[in-house]
């Protein structure tokens, strides 16, 4: 008996160190299982606006070279390559696909930047393969990830609907789709300014008017127009010379003349500017034409109150307000002579 719980120890251990072996083998098979393929996918919430960068990562086991593919709307159904989805993967030739080399552990990143890509708002898939196979020639090892590519859009706002001429006013807004920079225009009357500011990568931008244009905006009526360069981030008007130029049509146009003699001045330059992006933006198909928001303001003078003011401290109900101390003053003096006569005279 003594001998038999001596040897159950060395069989207990030796049954565990059997079953860890085991466990340990099984798990690196199930690895090694879960392992072969190519996978993708695609960060954040897989919905982003044109001209926003996307990061495609994912893992290669079995291959050192992962090759990417787009497919989507109006697009080659075989499958395009992501910075050029005007050529069409082919089978075989890897040049045509977007080449990724994998890292020491295996994993692959991408930055896929969705500017210039000149493709319409829409369901896109993005492919990953180990060898250039198009779609129509994918085996199982292939993976994708949906996205949906949106239209990028402006919004503007300025510190004060009235500004004071002289004082400082910020423009603050958002570009969607994040491109480098927005154009600033401010037009009121015979005036013209414009700039462009930078946009942050969480899409905000902000401006903020400078002592030179501070003193020269005209009283009255003001318009701001901020304008979103879209898809290929270049701008399609700008200011050259006197002149509104569109750089896309025919190679470059004057549109309207907006500073110096015979230029349109105030509303009708704002209306000019704004009516010959929309037009243009109303025929395109890619993203890439410019869009703009407009935000009117009113700028006062510095010297003068504002009427409502003026009113206020001019009201005439004050001057005979003024007089009443005295005249109360007088009637009591009366009233108290009266009484001390008839005191006297009982």
Not at 22 to 42: D, E, K, N, W, Y
Not at 98 to 117: G, I
Not at 204 to 223: C, R
Request: proline share 6%.
């Amino acid at each position: 008996m003594k001998l038999h719980r001596n040897n159950n120890p060395f069989g207990y251990r030796t049954l565990i160190l059997l079953l860890l072996i085991s466990g340990a083998a099984a798990l690196l098979i199930s690895c090694v299982s879960a392992g072969t393929g190519v996978t993708i996918s695609a960060d954040g919430d897989k919905s982003y606006f044109q001209g926003e960068k996307v990061v495609l990562q994912g893992q290669s086991p079995d291959a050192d070279t992962v090759y990417l593919f787009l497919t989507g709307p109006n697009l080659q159904a075989t499958g395009v390559k992501l910075t050029s989805p005007d050529k069409a993967v082919v089978s075989g030739n890897p040049d045509s696909f977007t080449v990724v080399k994998t890292k020491p552990d295996k994993s692959w990143e991408y930055f896929f930047y969705t500017a210039n890509l000149k493709v319409d708002a829409g369901t896109y898939s993005v492919y990953a393969v180990s060898q250039p196979k198009a779609k129509d020639q994918l085996g199982p090892d292939a993976a994708n990830v949906g996205m949906a590519l949106k239209k990028p859009f402006i919004t503007a706002n300025i510190s004060s609907s009235n500004v004071v001429k002289g004082q400082m006013f910020t423009v603050t807004g958002i570009a969607e789709g994040i491109p480098p920079e927005v154009q600033i225009w401010i037009i009121g009357g015979a005036y013209a300014y414009t700039t462009k500011t930078p946009v942050n990568s969480n899409a905000l931008f902000t401006f903020t008017a400078d002592a030179a244009m501070l003193g020269k905006l005209p009283v009255g009526q003001n318009y701001l127009i901020v304008q979103h360069p879209m898809a290929d981030n270049m701008f399609d008007f700008v200011v050259s010379g006197d002149y509104v130029r569109n750089l896309k049509l025919n190679n470059g146009t004057n549109v309207f003349k907006l500073t110096g003699p015979g230029s349109l001045q105030g509303s009708d330059a704002a209306d000019a500017l704004i009516a010959a992006i929309s037009d243009q933006e109303a025929n395109d198909t890619t993203l890439t034409n410019d869009t703009y928001t407009i935000v009117p303001f009113q700028v006062t003078d510095a010297g003068n109150p504002t009427p409502q003011a003026t009113d206020a401290s001019t009201a005439p109900v004050q001057s005979p307000a003024q007089h009443a101390p005295l005249q109360y003053a007088l009637f009591g003096a009366f009233v108290v002579a009266a009484r001390i006569v008839i005191w006297k005279r009982h």
